[in-house]
């Protein structure tokens, strides 16, 4: 009964977590510390760590601020706050907990410059996490945290920046504006709307009206305006020789980008709104967008090549485990 409880426990701090994209957030860092051409596994091993407990107070400390916003949607009402499996204050003292770790492990390994830089990240990412819904533009100020954790990863082997860490740099920039704004503002169209959201994806008219999901042309023109700057900057270092990868990755790249724009249509060409189903979309939008990362990776290690299946499997374990399904997380 002890063991049955504790797991219980671990499952609802889990889903608090947001561990569905745990791995593929760790490994953010480790993506900017390859791309110097750094191979220590202790090295990288650090920065993974590093990285999770970024992620674990991102997204903990975001739905700690959601709920009361999650409590007007039925399927995010049985979110770990909400729902009261966690009460607000546990929740609190592992969000802080989290958080302290992060800077003592920085702190600890690296020089004072790299946790400044770790520290601008987590500031750009609370920000987001408390003004997301009340001023417009919020989605920049996440991609640019995001941005921040990757050159972190790159700070801690060098200052000597490569030509593939910028890449990085900017396609961990494009990713997360195609996640939050995109793949994000139609996801949670349903109560953005409902309580006049700044979230920009609102701005633009995204909406849901009887059930109808509203993804008006200004929003689509977006999103296809980030699809194709991301695929501009995957390419054009291959193009213009910044970038050597034998022509089976290359034709593998152009796949991958066709796949995303395909899941971008598909995501906003729906007419009904069904959460389940686009938390679906989001998932493999998000998912396919990262693959082009470990892919151009792969020019500086081959180990870089375990980074195209390991967030899959962290999403896959995770889903199986938490929620019975593989590419539905319900707590997204």
């Known amino acids: ?87 607000k204050k546990h929740a609190a003292i592992y969000i802080l907990t ?47 945290s995001i941005t921040m954790i990757a050159i972190f990863g790159s700070a801690t082997v060098s200052f000597h920046f490569t030509t593939l860490a910028y890449i990085i740099w900017i396609l961990s920039f494009i990713q997360t504006v195609n996640f939050t704004m995109m793949a994000g503002g139609i996801k949670d169209a349903d109560h953005d709307f409902l309580i006049n959201s700044k979230h920009l994806s609102t701005a633009l008219g995204v909406k849901v009206k009887d059930e109808n999901l509203i993804v008006p042309n200004s929003f689509q023109v977006v999103a296809y305006v980030f699809a194709v700057l991301y695929a501009i900057f995957v390419f054009t270092p291959i193009v213009i020789k910044w970038i050597t990868l034998p022509i089976v990755f290359i034709i593998v790249l152009i796949f991958i980008n066709i796949l995303f724009f395909y899941i971008t249509y598909k995501m906003m060409r729906k007419r009904k709104f069904d959460r389940q189903e686009i938390r679906k979309y989001v998932v493999l939008h998000y998912n396919i967008n990262w693959l082009n990362v470990p892919i151009l990776l792969i020019t500086i290690t081959p180990f870089a090549g375990i980074l195209i299946v390991f967030p899959l499997l962290g999403l896959i374990i995770s889903n199986i485990l938490l929620y019975k399904t593989i590419f539905r997380p319900k707590m997204m």
């Open 1 to 87: 009964m002890i063991l049955k409880n504790y797991s219980r426990i671990i499952k609802e701090y889990a889903k608090l977590s947001s561990a569905h994209f745990a791995l593929l957030t760790s490994i953010i860092p480790v993506s900017g510390a390859l791309a110097m051409g750094e191979t220590r596994f202790s090295h990288l091993l650090i920065l993974f760590i590093i990285g999770l407990l970024a992620h674990i107070y991102g997204f903990a400390f975001n739905h700690y601020n959601d709920i009361k916003i999650d409590g007007l949607t039925p399927l995010l009402k049985e979110r770990p706050l909400p729902s009261g499996t966690i009460n």
């Open 98 to 144: 989290v958080l302290l770790l992060g800077f003592l492990l920085t702190f600890f390994f690296f020089e004072i410059k790299i946790l400044i830089i770790y520290s601008f990240s987590i500031i750009l990412a609370t920000l987001y996490d408390l003004c997301s819904k009340k001023i417009g533009g919020m989605d920049f100020i996440l991609a640019a």
